[in-house]
């Protein structure tokens, strides 16, 4: 069982910055991609950042040089960092990871439960 709890989102204006965080835990070998998706009310999730195991990142040309993607392998966590929000940034942030549990099975995409961002005008 792998559970992954994001956290760091909330209410904050435009220009403001939040740092979203998102922890694995469980049964894991080996975490391959971290990705950030968001879903805005009536839209289609999309992909906001990635980042390898390497530490290889790509981001979305909408939120390019306003977002920062990291991680901590030894914690088993992605983080993002949102600077300048705008209003159009508003959505639900989910964060998903390419998880082993064991060498013997492969990478199974897991993703959390989501965290509310809302930036206002």
């Known amino acids: 069982q792998v559970q992954l709890v994001e956290s760091g989102g909330g209410l904050v204006q435009a220009g403001g910055s939040l740092r979203l965080s998102c922890a694995a835990s469980g049964t894991i070998f080996s975490i391959n991609d971290m990705n950030w998706y968001r879903q805005a009310p009536g839209k289609q999730r999309e992909l906001v950042a990635a980042i390898t195991r390497g530490g290889n990142t790509n981001y979305a040309d909408s939120m390019k040089g306003r977002i920062t993607i990291s991680r901590d392998n030894a914690k088993n966590t992605v983080y993002l960092q949102m600077n300048n929000l705008k209003p159009e940034d508003t959505a639900v942030y989910y964060c998903?990871?390419?998880?082993?549990?064991?060498?013997?099975?492969?990478?199974?995409?897991?993703w959390g439960q989501g965290t509310q961002v809302t930036v206002s005008s």
């Open positions: 998903k990871m390419e998880v082993k549990s064991s060498r013997w099975t492969g990478h199974l995409d897991r």
